[in-house]
Protein backbone atom coordinates (compact mmCIF):
# COMPACT_ATOMS: atom_id res chain seq x y z
CA UNK A 1 0.00 0.00 0.00
CA UNK A 2 3.14 2.25 0.81
CA UNK A 3 4.33 1.59 -2.79
CA UNK A 4 1.03 2.07 -4.09
CA UNK A 5 0.85 5.60 -2.32
CA UNK A 6 4.81 6.62 -3.65
CA UNK A 7 3.32 5.13 -7.25
CA UNK A 8 0.24 7.50 -7.08
CA UNK A 9 1.99 10.35 -5.86
CA UNK A 10 5.08 10.17 -8.25
CA UNK A 11 2.22 9.97 -10.95
CA UNK A 12 0.80 13.24 -9.59
CA UNK A 13 4.22 14.86 -9.27
CA UNK A 14 4.91 14.22 -12.65
CA UNK A 15 1.72 15.22 -13.99
CA UNK A 16 1.86 18.91 -12.55
CA UNK A 17 5.56 18.83 -13.88
CA UNK A 18 4.00 18.19 -17.21
CA UNK A 19 1.31 21.08 -16.83
CA UNK A 20 3.48 23.23 -15.57
CA UNK A 21 5.87 22.63 -18.67
CA UNK A 22 3.11 22.88 -20.77
CA UNK A 23 1.35 26.35 -19.26
CA UNK A 24 5.26 27.84 -19.04
CA UNK A 25 5.22 26.80 -22.96
CA UNK A 26 1.84 28.60 -23.90
CA UNK A 27 2.96 31.83 -21.79
CA UNK A 28 6.15 32.12 -23.46
CA UNK A 29 4.14 31.55 -26.64
CA UNK A 30 2.02 34.25 -25.43
CA UNK A 31 4.52 36.42 -25.03
CA UNK A 32 6.06 35.86 -28.29
CA UNK A 33 3.12 36.56 -30.06
CA UNK A 34 2.65 40.04 -28.05
CA UNK A 35 6.10 40.86 -28.87
CA UNK A 36 5.45 39.98 -32.69
CA UNK A 37 2.20 42.46 -32.47
CA UNK A 38 4.38 45.35 -30.62
CA UNK A 39 6.77 44.75 -33.75
CA UNK A 40 4.36 45.18 -36.21
CA UNK A 41 2.54 47.94 -34.32
CA UNK A 42 5.90 49.69 -34.42
CA UNK A 43 6.37 49.16 -37.92
CA UNK A 44 3.22 50.02 -38.61
CA UNK A 45 3.86 53.46 -36.69
CA UNK A 46 7.14 53.80 -38.53
CA UNK A 47 5.93 53.65 -42.22
CA UNK A 48 2.41 55.87 -40.77
CA UNK A 49 5.17 58.62 -39.84
CA UNK A 50 7.44 58.66 -43.03
CA UNK A 51 3.80 58.92 -45.09
CA UNK A 52 3.11 61.58 -42.81
CA UNK A 53 6.35 63.15 -43.42
CA UNK A 54 6.49 62.91 -47.13
CA UNK A 55 2.60 64.44 -47.60
CA UNK A 56 3.20 67.23 -45.06
CA UNK A 57 6.67 67.74 -47.82
CA UNK A 58 4.56 67.46 -50.81
CA UNK A 59 2.23 70.18 -49.50
CA UNK A 60 5.53 72.51 -48.91
CA UNK A 61 6.74 72.16 -52.49
CA UNK A 62 3.13 72.92 -53.68
CA UNK A 63 2.54 75.98 -51.67
CA UNK A 64 6.23 76.70 -52.68
CA UNK A 65 5.41 76.05 -56.28
CA UNK A 66 2.20 78.57 -55.71
CA UNK A 67 4.11 81.04 -54.14
CA UNK A 68 6.41 81.21 -57.17
CA UNK A 69 3.74 81.84 -59.33
CA UNK A 70 1.97 84.49 -57.36
CA UNK A 71 4.86 86.02 -57.50
CA UNK A 72 5.75 85.76 -61.08
CA UNK A 73 2.17 86.95 -61.75
CA UNK A 74 2.65 89.76 -59.82
CA UNK A 75 5.94 90.55 -61.30
CA UNK A 76 4.56 90.22 -65.01
CA UNK A 77 1.56 92.55 -63.40
CA UNK A 78 3.79 94.84 -62.13
CA UNK A 79 5.44 95.11 -65.21
CA UNK A 80 2.47 96.02 -67.19
CA UNK A 81 1.72 98.37 -64.63
CA UNK A 82 5.18 100.66 -65.01
CA UNK A 83 5.02 100.37 -68.79
CA UNK A 84 1.74 101.57 -69.08
CA UNK A 85 2.71 104.80 -66.48
CA UNK A 86 5.56 105.01 -68.55
CA UNK A 87 3.17 105.67 -71.53
CA UNK A 88 1.41 107.69 -69.77
CA UNK A 89 4.37 110.03 -67.89
CA UNK A 90 4.58 110.48 -71.88
CA UNK A 91 1.88 111.39 -73.32
CA UNK A 92 1.74 113.70 -70.11
CA UNK A 93 4.92 114.79 -71.05
CA UNK A 94 3.68 115.55 -74.43
CA UNK A 95 0.87 117.33 -73.41
CA UNK A 96 2.71 119.89 -71.40
CA UNK A 97 4.90 120.29 -73.61
CA UNK A 98 2.00 121.76 -76.00
CA UNK A 99 0.19 123.58 -73.61
CA UNK A 100 3.52 125.34 -72.77
CA UNK A 101 4.30 125.84 -76.40
CA UNK A 102 0.20 127.08 -76.70
CA UNK A 103 0.85 129.60 -74.00
CA UNK A 104 4.15 130.83 -75.23
CA UNK A 105 2.23 131.51 -78.90
CA UNK A 106 -0.95 133.07 -77.18
CA UNK A 107 1.54 135.11 -74.96
CA UNK A 108 3.15 136.67 -77.94
Known sequence: AEGELHDRL????EARL?????????VLEEAREREDAVAK???A???????GQLESECA?????EFSVAQADAWRVAV???AQARGV???DLMLH???SVADEAKARL
Not at 45 to 51: C, F, M, Q, R, T
Not at 60 to 64: F, G, H, N, S, Y
Open 10 to 13: DDEI
Open 18 to 26: ADVESFQEV
Open 41 to 43: IWS
Open 45 to 51: LDENYVA
Open 60 to 64: RIDAE
Open 79 to 81: GKE
Open 88 to 90: AVA
Open 96 to 98: VAA
